[in-house]
C-alpha cells in the first residue's frame, strides 16, 4: 500500500491562544483569546486590551456568539491567570496584527461609510465619476496609440 498523507484542514480551530472576534452580545466588535475550552459550545476568554473602551473582561461565551480569527498567540498554556494572558498578548502584538489585517481594515472601512452624511455621500459618488472618467481616457488614448 502507498503512503497516506494526512495534513490539516485549512480551516481555523477551535484552540486556546485562538484570537477571537465577537459577532454578537455586549462586546460586539472587540478581540479576546480563548483562555479554556469548557465544553463543546462554550470557551472562557480574556481580552486584555491596551485601550480601555477594547478590554473584554474573563467570562463564559457561547461559540456562536464569536468568530475566529487567523491570529493565535502562540505557547499560550491553559487557564492562564490575567497576567500572563496580557504579557503574552503583548509579546504576540495582537492588536497591531489585528489593525494590520484586510478583514480589520474591511470592518473600519464599512463603518466609515455607514457614518456618512448625506453631503458626504454626494462627495463621494463625484470624486469616483471624476476617477473613473480620467481611468477612460487614459485608456482611450492608450488604444487610440494602440491603433496608430
Excluded: C
Aim: glycine residues 4%.
Amino acid at each position: 500500500m502507498g503512503d497516506a498523507n494526512v495534513t490539516t484542514s485549512e480551516w481555523r480551530t477551535v484552540q486556546v491562544g485562538r484570537v477571537v472576534l465577537f459577532s454578537q452580545g455586549p462586546y460586539t466588535g472587540k478581540l479576546a483569546t480563548i483562555v479554556e475550552i469548557i465544553d463543546h459550545k462554550r470557551i472562557l476568554v480574556d481580552g486584555p486590551s491596551a485601550e480601555t473602551d477594547s478590554i473584554v473582561p474573563r467570562h463564559a461565551t457561547p461559540l456562536a456568539h464569536v468568530s475566529l480569527t487567523p491570529i493565535v498567540v502562540d505557547k499560550f498554556p491553559r487557564a492562564a491567570g490575567h497576567n500572563a494572558v496580557k504579557a503574552a498578548w503583548q509579546k504576540a502584538e495582537v492588536e497591531k496584527k489585528w489593525n494590520e489585517s484586510a478583514w480589520a481594515k474591511s470592518r473600519a472601512s464599512s463603518t466609515r461609510r455607514r457614518a456618512l452624511t448625506d453631503f458626504e455621500r454626494f462627495k463621494v459618488m463625484r470624486l469616483r465619476k471624476q476617477a473613473r472618467f480620467e481611468v477612460r481616457k487614459t485608456l482611450a488614448a492608450a488604444r487610440a496609440s494602440a491603433k496608430a
